[in-house]
């Protein structure tokens, strides 16, 4: 009898091994830098990258700016529209979801003082194939802000 507990007991933790393994979150995300003159503006990219035949919830995604230094001031993050479908966990329900890249659009606004800027954004999502989805996910990422002069 304890041979076959314990007989279990190993093939449970095997299987878990497996399953954590097999379970690495597939999904990247990016920010671009940017160069500006001063009293410029632009706009910094934050990346999603979702691989073939998986996707994003909209509702469960989010961008943050952290720790802002008042030298470089930033606007509200701009979500692309995604694909309403179906939630492969509640085909009664729809949501909003991308199934390729997504790109958000951070606003900087004008800078006025050159010098090298560092810019970071926690973003969180959660990521899913068919119906199996992974935990929400939190990342930060790092834009850096070049304001200078371009008559040099």
Known sequence: MMGRLL?????????????????????????????LKPGGSGEVQVILRIPKDHHLYRDMME???LSPDGAV??????????????????????REQYDMDV???V??????NA???????EVRYQGCKKSL??????EIVESTVIVGDSSK
């Open 7 to 35: 007989t279990i007991l190993l093939a449970m933790v095997s299987l878990t091994g497996v399953v954590y393994a097999g379970s690495q979150n597939p999904f990247r995300v990016e920010a671009t830098n940017l160069t």
């Open 63 to 65: 961008v943050t700016r």
């Open 73 to 94: 001031s930033t606007g509200a993050p701009s979500f692309p529209p995604g694909f309403t479908k179906p939630d492969p966990a509640d085909p009664t329900a729809t």
């Open 103 to 105: 790109v958000v659009l």
């Open 107 to 112: 606003p900087v606004n004008k800078v006025e």
């Open 115 to 121: 010098g090298t800027y560092t810019l970071k954004f």
């Open 133 to 138: 989805c992974w935990m929400p996910q939190t």
